[in-house]
């Protein structure tokens, strides 16, 4: 692209990055797309297991939608990200093992993560850094007030 800085991309990204649930997202639409893959390989390779019909299709598909869904759409994560687990559990079933396990733990990690991404929180504090901070704070006061007068 002519014109547009570098940085202005890789920052605008990170932006785009930072308010959704990226990587689950990312890793529940990859296992869905795996496991879509391996419907194709070669029948020496695919092992025949559960209904080889429309639902071995079917599940992966639903997989990517969502994986996309919730990079798109951040405020129905939690919907996705169940969808998500459930479609990939049930590939178990339908497709070869769930894309002979790849696909199905890289959609159910990837549905964990969605699920249990939380925006606009705060960083969390350790114990000392919250006992530094209280020191502190008992110091400005104490340097704020002043020293209590002597009783005759």
Same mark, same amino acid.
């Given at each position: 692209m002519r014109?547009v800085p570098q940085? *202005?991309?890789?920052s605008?990204?990170?932006?785009?990055?930072?308010?959704?649930p990226?990587w689950? +997202?990312l =890793?529940?639409a990859l @296992?869905g797309?795996?496991?879509?893959?391996?419907?194709k390989?070669s029948?020496?390779?695919v092992?025949?297991?559960?209904?080889?019909?429309?639902a071995?299709?079917?599940?992966?598909?639903?997989?990517v939608?969502? *994986?996309?869904?919730?990079l798109f759409?951040?405020?129905q994560?939690l919907?996705?990200s169940?969808l +998500?687990? =459930?479609?990939?559990l @049930?590939t178990?079933?339908?497709?070869?093992l769930g894309g002979?396990?790849?696909g199905?733990?890289?959609?159910?990690v990837g549905s964990?993560l969605?699920?249990g991404?939380?925006?606009?929180?705060?960083?969390r504090?350790g114990?000392?850094?919250?006992?530094?901070?209280?020191?502190?704070e008992r110091?400005?006061?104490?340097?704020?007030?002043?020293?209590?007068?002597a009783?005759?």
């Amino acid at each position: 692209m002519r014109g547009v800085p570098q940085q *202005g991309i890789r920052s605008a990204f990170r932006e785009w990055r930072a308010v959704r649930p990226f990587w689950g +997202g990312l =890793l529940l639409a990859l @296992g869905g797309a795996e496991i879509l893959l391996t419907e194709k390989v070669s029948l020496k390779v695919v092992m025949h297991i559960g209904m080889q019909g429309l639902a071995g299709y079917l599940l992966p598909a639903v997989m990517v939608l969502c *994986g996309l869904l919730t990079l798109f759409s951040p405020g129905q994560r939690l919907f996705y990200s169940i969808l +998500g687990v =459930l479609a990939s559990l @049930g590939t178990w079933v339908t497709s070869n093992l769930g894309g002979f396990f790849v696909g199905l733990l890289l959609g159910l990690v990837g549905s964990c993560l969605a699920f249990g991404w939380l925006p606009d929180q705060e960083p969390r504090r350790g114990r000392r850094q919250r006992r530094a901070d209280r020191k502190k704070e008992r110091e400005a006061r104490a340097a704020a007030d002043p020293a209590p007068a002597a009783r005759p």
